[in-house]
């Protein structure tokens, strides 16, 4: 699957001027929300992003089942390999190489309007914990595409 053009950040610490290009290679980028729902998963081809139901199905598996071999006590049990990008939030990169998210398709209806949020999956490092949160859609965060089978 080729790069999208929309928006997108580097993953790494600190501010955006620090950001590492290398570590694109191993983590991949980080989308906002509508670059993630509506290009990086070419829905022409049947790929889509996962419900908020689907990655809480995911997290019932454990969230070291989820995380690649090597983030904190991950097993890869089911080949997710999870890596912890971390975030770009607010001008800033954080939680990089602590936790691994993965924007859901849903919006939070909930949210002011002025302020659109979606949901996304945290599986962090401390802990042991997985979780389903929402946030500004503006956030950088990790993309899975799902395909539905023929």
Same mark, same amino acid.
């Given at each position: 699957?080729?790069?999208?053009?929309?928006?997108?950040?580097?993953?790494?610490?600190?501010?955006?001027?620090?950001?590492?290009?290398? %570590?694109?290679?191993?983590? #991949? =980028?980080?989308?906002?929300? $509508? !670059?993630?729902?509506?290009?990086?998963? &070419? @829905?022409?081809?049947?790929?889509?992003?996962?419900?908020?139901?689907?990655?809480?199905?995911?997290?019932?598996?454990?969230?070291? %089942?989820?995380?690649?071999? #090597? =983030?904190?006590?991950?097993? $890869? !049990?089911?080949?997710?390999?999870?890596? &912890? @990008?971390?975030?770009?939030?607010?001008?800033?990169?954080?939680?990089?190489?602590?936790?691994?998210?993965?924007?859901?398709?849903?919006?939070?209806?909930?949210?002011? =309007?002025?302020?659109?949020?979606?949901?996304?999956?945290?599986?962090?490092?401390?802990?042991?914990?997985?979780?389903?949160?929402?946030?500004?859609?503006?956030?950088?965060?990790?993309?899975?595409?799902?395909?539905?089978?023929?």
């Amino acid at each position: 699957m080729a790069y999208d053009t929309g928006t997108h950040y580097n993953p790494g610490s600190g501010t955006s001027e620090s950001a590492n290009t290398d %570590n694109v290679a191993t983590y #991949g =980028f980080l989308y906002d929300w $509508d !670059t993630a729902a509506n290009k990086v998963c &070419p @829905a022409d081809d049947g790929w889509r992003l996962p419900t908020k139901d689907e990655l809480t199905a995911l997290i019932s598996l454990g969230a070291e %089942n989820l995380r690649a071999t #090597g =983030f904190a006590s991950g097993t $890869d !049990t089911y080949g997710f390999g999870a890596l &912890p @990008a971390g975030y770009y939030e607010y001008g800033d990169y954080t939680y990089f190489e602590e936790d691994a998210a993965f924007w859901s398709s849903d919006t939070d209806n909930t949210s002011d =309007f002025s302020n659109p949020k979606a949901y996304y999956m945290t599986l962090g490092k401390k802990n042991n914990y997985a979780n389903i949160h929402s946030d500004s859609v503006t956030l950088g965060i990790s993309v899975r595409c799902l395909k539905a089978k023929d």
